[in-house]
């Protein structure tokens, strides 16, 4: 006799019931259906950058990809030539000297490196400090781990930055680490040394480990800066850095962090049982990559700034108010008093308009009244948006 079906009955792990499906993989989806059916959405909403490599990057890899030995799995610490070129990037353009061969970990995208230091670092029951608003993966990475968070809240009037006053009236007694990252996603907020000093004092005097996620420093930035600048920072911080937006490079998935040689060991131990190491012709061409010029980082930020032009008309239209200090591929802007919420305006363009931009809520709740609009889109699909909102 055949036995009764029981997979109605099986269930997921408890930790799945504090996380919910990313919100852009939701929203893509509604997206793609709205496209099959004619709409021709214009995606305003995430953060993929359009424009390629260098040419000299592509020209290394196309070369390295026909060689017969290249092909095998490659060492989870990466080639010893992308921890150099990593450590000579730092050097270049914060000024900061790394130690190649213990100081650097090569990453398969920074969001892999959250979720290697969080099981590095927190057991069950430890405390996380996390941005409201911030980065959603921090959170969700952070429950995934078994962590309590705690959320430090960030206003526009203090420039989206820590209120360390009220850092300081905080139980802090069970936090272990502490999520930061400027210029910060999604505000665009800058860093300063300042910043960066109070953040790194902050953190040795609780023994909390300052986790610093630093992507978009080459993006519409003047002055690229780096955590690791600060003295002694190496002793309780760990920054993570990624060359999917510096270098439009976000399907190859090349990144890395840095800290003391400990922190790298401890986080090499998490990885080396998850993952491997990246195709090794990529990892050559990420080297060339790092090499870039002052003046092809220039080049890209000259198309940056054409499209925060444009993207401010549609924020303006939408009547929206934005700070134009803000760096990074993003524009985040308050969404007028008429407005009930930033999910609703973004509701409102997307079927009515067919363009889709980002709510802030997906943020925190400290995001609910904005909206933020991607800058990776050409001039033409962003004048279009910019037409099609101005005929809601």
């Not at 999910?343 to 809520?361: C, H, M, Q, R, W």
Request: some cysteine; overall charge neutral; charged content about 20%.
């Amino acid at each position: 006799m055949q036995k009764e079906n029981k997979v109605s009955e099986i269930k997921p792990a408890n930790r799945l019931s504090d996380i919910s499906e990313y919100y852009f993989s939701k929203k893509l989806k509604e997206v793609a259906e709205m496209n099959a059916a004619g709409k021709q959405v214009i995606n305003l909403g995430v953060g993929s950058p359009d424009l390629p490599p260098s040419k000299e990057a592509v020209d290394v890899f196309c070369r390295e990809i026909r060689k017969d030995d290249v092909h095998g799995y490659q060492p989870y610490t990466g080639i010893p030539a992308l921890r150099e070129g990593f450590a000579e990037w730092y050097r270049t353009w914060y000024g900061v000297a790394l130690n190649s061969q213990t100081e650097i970990q090569p990453l398969i995208g920074s969001k892999e490196g959250i979720l290697h230091i969080s099981l590095a670092f927190l057991n069950p029951g430890d405390a996380v400090l996390v941005p409201n608003p911030g980065y959603p993966a921090y959170s969700s990475v952070g429950k995934l781990a078994g962590a309590e968070l705690i959320c430090y809240e960030l206003n526009e009037s203090n420039g989206w930055q820590p209120d360390f006053d009220a850092l300081e009236r905080m139980d802090l007694s069970r936090v272990k680490l502490m999520w930061a990252n400027y210029p910060h996603m999604p505000t665009g907020a800058n860093a300063t040394p300042e910043l960066f000093e109070r953040l790194v004092a902050f953190g040795r005097r609780h023994g909390i480990v300052i986790c610093h996620d630093n992507p978009y420093s080459f993006i519409l930035n003047d002055n690229p800066l780096s955590i690791l600048g600060v003295p002694g920072a190496k002793d309780v911080c760990i920054e993570l850095n990624s060359m999917s937006k510096a270098h439009n490079m976000p399907g190859w998935r090349m990144a890395m962090l840095a800290s003391n040689a400990q922190f790298v060991q401890w986080v090499l131990k998490v990885k080396s049982n998850v993952d491997s190491g990246q195709f090794r012709p990529m990892q050559s061409a990420a080297v060339q990559a790092l090499k870039a010029s002052k003046e092809w980082y220039g080049e890209m930020n000259r198309v940056y700034r054409s499209r925060r032009e444009a993207a401010e008309q549609i924020m303006q239209t939408l009547g929206c108010r934005c700070d134009g200090r803000q760096s990074g591929m993003f524009l985040w802007g308050k969404i007028p008093d008429t407005e009930k919420c930033g999910e609703s305006l973004a509701d409102k363009v997307l079927y009515g308009a067919n363009v889709f931009i980002t709510p802030g809520f997906i943020f925190g709740s400290a995001g609910e009244r904005y909206v933020r609009i991607s800058l990776c889109c050409k001039d033409g699909m962003l004048a279009e948006a910019l037409s099609r909102v101005r005929n809601l």
